[in-house]
């Protein structure tokens, strides 16, 4: 049997007395596009932030391509865009990617850096201004840009199409797409449910700190009767 890319086993956070996630069960496999879903608070960003340790479990465990995710050598692999991005806002765009880059040991490849530029429709010019100077669209394309040009092994894009207008969605879909035919994996959150049944092989419903539904787009309309994967996330959370 091949070692998942990600394994959460019963999973279990808590802030304070409040308990987020209550066992969460998740396995996602190399080479698959996967969407997490749930309503806000639902504690999809506090699973993100479980598995790249930047808060510690209340039980449970979980594993990156077979190793325990606190095994820094384990995070190598992983590439992340936080939800709500924000760049050091004096430095310019060039400049943000080149750190990015530099931090995990690529050199900057101007070639490439405009390729993705423009895979992403941010313009060229951009690289010359400083981030302050970004609108928000173009300041997630930034962020999208330096993660995708960091070549990892699987995606932890956290609401990557927030902020995008709707050709910006349009090529950063082709552009995951594009990855994944590459052998990348994806792992996403998302509110767009319609981009989710489009991108994710297989996909879950977190709410009430617990996955309710786990399967392909799919099986999740044709369990909840649903001609739309929005009518099938609001029966199924009902
Ligand atoms: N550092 C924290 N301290 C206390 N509570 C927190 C903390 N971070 C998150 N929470 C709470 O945990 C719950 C889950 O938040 P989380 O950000 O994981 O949800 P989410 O599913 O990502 O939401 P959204 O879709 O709005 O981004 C919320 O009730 C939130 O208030």
Do not use: W
């Not at 990600?6 to 007395?17: D, E, I, N, P």
């Not at 430095?91 to 530029?117: E, H, K, N, P, S």
């Not at 050709?167 to 052998?183: M, S, V, W």
Request: proline residues 5%; aromatic residues 8%; charged residues 20%.
């Amino acid at each position: 049997m091949t070692v998942p890319a990600l394994r959460f086993q019963q999973v279990v956070k808590r802030y304070g007395a409040a308990s987020v996630l209550q066992g969460v069960d998740l396995e996602l496999q190399a080479g698959q596009c996967f969407g997490l879903v749930g309503v806000n608070g639902a504690g999809k960003t506090s699973l993100i932030k479980c598995l790249l340790d930047f808060c510690g479990l209340d039980g449970g465990a979980i594993e990156i391509f077979g190793r325990p995710h606190r095994d820094p050598a384990a995070r190598v692999p992983l590439g992340f865009l936080p939800e709500r991005f924000t760049p050091p806002y004096y430095l310019t765009g060039a400049d943000f990617i080149r750190y990015l880059l530099t931090l995990q040991g690529l050199r900057y490849d101007a070639d490439a850096v405009a390729a993705m530029l423009a895979a992403l429709d941010l313009e060229p010019a951009a690289l010359k201004r400083t981030v302050r100077q970004y609108s928000k669209g173009m300041t997630q394309k930034l962020g999208l840009a330096a993660c995708l040009l960091s070549r990892k092994q699987l995606y932890i894009l956290d609401e990557p199409m927030s902020g995008l207008d709707p050709k910006a969605r349009a090529l950063l879909k082709a552009q995951l797409r594009q990855l994944q035919q590459a052998g990348g994996t994806l792992f996403l959150t998302s509110h767009a449910l319609a981009d989710v049944d489009e991108l994710c092989d297989r996909m879950a419903i977190l709410h009430d700190g617990r996955i309710r539904f786990s399967g392909t787009p799919a099986e999740c309309r044709e369990r909840y009767g649903a001609g739309t994967l929005e009518q099938a996330f609001l029966a199924c959370i009902a």
